[in-house]
């Protein structure tokens, strides 16, 4: 920020950059490391011997170990700024060619944006004061770094909480048998929580070498249209052990996205605000449902990329569950009638606060091309161990661990009451309420019943009430021994005293009234209200004891003010 740097996204992106250039360098030290210990030669280098030609025209060339992070980063900052900036950076957008790593394939068009040398020097002792071979620490640091993302509000369409990424994944359980893909991947929580999940539950399966080499390089797959969050992405994968996962620039809704039946594992938060020009949707995704929202659509496109057995997990705004377009009633009718729709859970409002208030669901179905939807379990999940306010505090009230339990369990739910938290519902209610899928549709509410007391009740109670209230204001007016009623009113603008009673009490010290008059033989009397608070403090005045005070000030609102405060501090 006080580089000159605003964007959290170009903040994370810069950092990326940098983090890609020691890694580049780090991979070669443990190869060249490995070679001289075998005594072989070190083949397919990134950083050859001799001279660099960063160009031609203009000619501009370096030795290729100035372009290495553990050479380049003891030089002087302001050295290393031009170092990396004519040099380092040029180099690395051009060693990609589609064969490196899924990062170096969406470097072409980036820039280098560290403004200055001290910012870049910091930015260089901070990733060197990090593990990069410890891919845990690695990982919760470039993690910590897109939660600043979503913290600033901005590109929060991006992030999905990780809790219930999380969730997702946990109902799903992926294995090495699966191909996974997100089609709308931003930051690829999805497909790094697969990786994380499988690296802890396979782990003997990892082992073998084959194995190893799928989970690195064909596992995972991601699509998006955002190169920013390509790369980001890309280098979140990196950072986590999957080095070249298959994520490509695509808009996975258009005619260009030809990819159809391949996948065994979709779990995605698809954008669910916008729409798409008509006549660059892919036609058979029209042909199942003709919109032009990208919710609809991308629940669509989930069934044509699915192989046949495979699985979906997709986060849904909750129109989609109960829209009555004729698209909503197709989608609909497409995962009761042709799929088999498994599970429907219901997630509060506040899930993706601050930054979106919109109430969603989770789908889950199995691809079938031929129906088997039987009885479609539902959860109303109402805590998901955070505040559902703006600040999302961390609370006790968790639903997320019954979710999962009870999920992976449903063989046992068929007993529950609508009442409850989770249920079955069958297919035919489903059909009959017009393949609506929201839960508000068939839980049952208990309602119990209050007793209040009777109408003759209330009003004998007020009469006590009021009874008690006015002995108490008795006491009161013995103890003052006087009684003031103050009215503002329109529009004079005097002060005016009249006398009920003849009876004298105690005087009223420190009104600011001083002129020479006397209450008690006068019934009333008018007093310029101008006057009474130019006059100083010191004097008293004496009247009878039950008195009626009316100020007239029209219409200064600053005289009654004045008054009031006068009336309301005097002592009697």
């Not at 109408?455 to 008690?468: G, Y």
Request: hydrophobic share 40%; charged share 25%.
């Amino acid at each position: 920020w006080t580089g000159g740097i605003t964007s959290p996204v170009t903040v994370l992106e810069q950092i990326t950059y940098l983090m890609f250039m020691k890694l580049l360098d780090d991979n070669q030290l443990k190869a060249e490391a490995n070679a001289n210990l075998l005594g072989v030669p070190l083949k397919n280098k990134v950083f050859q011997d001799g001279t660099c030609v960063i160009s031609e025209n203009p000619r501009l060339e370096t030795e290729y170990k100035n372009l290495r992070w553990n050479i380049f980063h003891n030089f002087e900052p302001g050295e290393m700024l031009t170092n990396i900036q004519a040099y380092v950076f040029p180099f690395i957008k051009t060693i990609g060619d589609g064969k490196d790593t899924a990062f170096s394939r969406y470097m072409k068009d980036t820039v280098f944006l560290i403004p200055t040398a001290k910012v870049l020097a910091k930015v260089v002792d901070g990733i060197d004061a990090m593990d990069m071979n410890n891919k845990d620490i690695m990982g919760d640091v470039y993690e910590y770094l897109l939660g600043k993302i979503a913290a600033a509000g901005e590109n929060g369409q991006f992030r999905t909480p990780r809790h219930i990424i999380n969730m997702m994944v946990e109902l799903m359980q992926p294995t090495l048998k699966d191909s996974i893909l997100d089609p709308a991947m931003g930051s690829a929580g999805f497909l790094l929580s697969s990786a994380a999940y499988i690296s802890e539950h396979q782990k003997k399966e990892l082992m073998k070498t084959e194995n190893m080499r799928y989970f690195k390089s064909g596992l995972f797959s991601g699509f998006d249209t955002d190169q920013s969050m390509l790369r980001i992405g890309a280098m979140n994968m990196m950072l986590h052990g999957v080095e070249d996962p298959h994520i490509t620039y695509q808009d996975s809704l258009s005619g260009e996205n030809t990819e159809r039946d391949q996948y065994s594992l979709i779990m995605a938060n698809p954008p669910f605000t916008g729409s798409v020009f008509q006549e660059e949707i892919s036609k058979d995704l029209l042909g199942l449902c003709k919109t032009r929202k990208t919710e609809l659509l991308f629940v669509a496109l989930f069934t044509k990329m699915l192989k046949v057995g495979g699985r979906c997990a997709c986060i849904v705004p909750d129109g989609v569950l109960f829209g009555s377009s004729k698209a909503h009633r197709a989608i609909r009718h497409e995962l009761v009638e042709n799929q088999q729709l498994q599970a429907v859970i219901s997630m509060p409002s506040g899930v993706f606060k601050p930054y979106a208030g919109v109430s969603t669901a989770i789908l889950i179905f199995t691809k079938t091309n031929a129906g088997g939807t039987e009885d479609v379990w539902f959860y109303d999940m109402r805590a998901d161990g955070y505040s559902l306010d703006d600040k999302r505090s961390e609370i006790k009230e968790n639903d997320i661990p019954d979710i999962i339990a009870r999920f992976h369990n449903r063989e046992t739910e068929g007993d529950r009451e609508r009442t409850e938290q989770s249920f079955f519902v069958s297919k035919q209610e489903i059909i009959d309420n017009g393949y609506d899928l929201s839960i508000n549709k068939y839980k049952k509410i208990d309602y119990v019943a209050v007793e209040y007391p009777s109408t003759q009740e209330i009003m004998t109670n007020l009469r006590e009430l009021e009874m008690q209230i006015g002995q108490t204001m008795d006491e009161l007016e013995k103890l003052l021994g006087l009684q003031i009623r103050i009215y503002l009113l329109n529009p004079l603008k005097t002060l005016y005293f009249q006398g009920i009673s003849p009876i004298l009490c105690s005087n009223l010290m420190y009104f600011p009234l001083f002129l020479p008059l006397r209450a008690e033989t006068r019934e009333s009397f008018l007093l310029s209200a101008d006057h009474l608070i130019q006059q100083s403090c010191g004097s008293t005045l004496r009247f009878p004891c039950s008195v009626s005070v009316n100020i007239h000030c029209g219409t200064d609102i600053g005289m009654s003010e004045k008054l009031l405060h006068i009336l309301r501090r005097c002592p009697v």
